[in-house]
């Protein structure tokens, strides 16, 4: 039974790098892609981007500018980065799996309540 | 961007009664080449990610009660729910993963009346 489970900084302040990483533990790696949504208190969700194992990414416009997912496919492992950030990226971060492009998402990791306050 | 509009924003229905969620995209998420929707449907208990429900617009997910159904193709869709449970108290999401960047729906909550 694969299982993400992912991890990272959980208190920030504005204008710090967010940094989560996200690790896909009992299956394989190869052939999905993998993404990270977001969903602030009490709101709706936020796609931000993707990749493949490969390394392609795929990102939301408008973060764009301040995104970076990468993969460790050594470790079966993807992470975000998310740079300068503010309060409005307050919110629970999801690392996702999917197969694209049948299924976007199959599989969520438990999420991390990430909050910027100075 | 597509934007997704689902209708009612929050709905009460009786246990064991039908509750239907609408969801409206802003083009068309219908693929030509293989006459697929990329529309899919979430659900969202507090507290917990959100649980794939259906893709490509009516296929249902491994493992998710029949009573669930999805319909629909183009701009226009909808999530059925056949007989409501207690435990389908949650709020429902609508995805389309028709072109980046992939847009949600902005919920839909379902309560028992």
């Known amino acids: 039974q694969v299982q993400l489970q992912q991890w990272g900084t959980r208190l920030l302040k504005p204008s710090e790098t967010l940094s989560l990483t996200c690790a896909a533990k009992?299956?394989?790696?190869?052939?999905?892609?993998w993404s990270w949504i977001r969903q602030p208190p009490g709101k709706g969700l936020e796609w931000i981007g993707e990749?493949?194992?490969?390394?392609?990414?795929n990102y939301n416009p408008s973060l764009k500018s301040r995104v970076t997912i990468s993969v460790d496919t050594s470790k079966n492992q993807f992470s975000l980065k998310l740079n300068s950030v503010t309060a409005a990226d307050t919110a629970v971060y999801y690392c996702?799996?999917?197969?694209?492009?049948?299924?976007?998402?199959?599989?969520w990791g438990q999420g991390t309540l990430v909050t910027v306050s100075s | 961007d597509i934007v997704m509009t689902q209708s009612p924003d929050s709905l009460a229905v009786s246990l064991g009664e039908r509750a239907t969620i609408n969801c409206k995209s802003s083009?068309?998420?219908?693929?030509?080449?293989?006459?697929?929707?990329?529309l899919a449907w979430f659900q969202q208990k507090p507290g917990q990610p959100p649980k794939l429900l259906i893709y490509?617009?009516?296929t249902r997910e491994s493992g998710v009660p029949d009573r669930f159904s999805g319909s629909g193709s183009g701009t226009d869709f909808t999530l059925t729910i056949s007989s409501l449970q207690a435990e389908d108290v949650a709020v429902y999401y609508c995805?389309?993963?028709?072109?980046?960047?992939?847009?949600f729906g902005q919920g839909t909550k379902v309560e028992i009346k």
């Open positions: 996702t799996r999917g197969t694209v492009p049948a299924v976007p998402i199959d599989l």
């Open positions: 009992g299956g394989s790696f190869n052939g999905y892609y």
């Open positions: 990749i493949n194992h490969s390394g392609s990414t």
């Open positions: 083009q068309s998420v219908l693929y030509s080449s293989n006459s697929e929707n990329y």
């Open positions: 490509w617009a009516s």
């Open positions: 995805l389309q993963y028709y072109s980046s960047p992939w847009t």
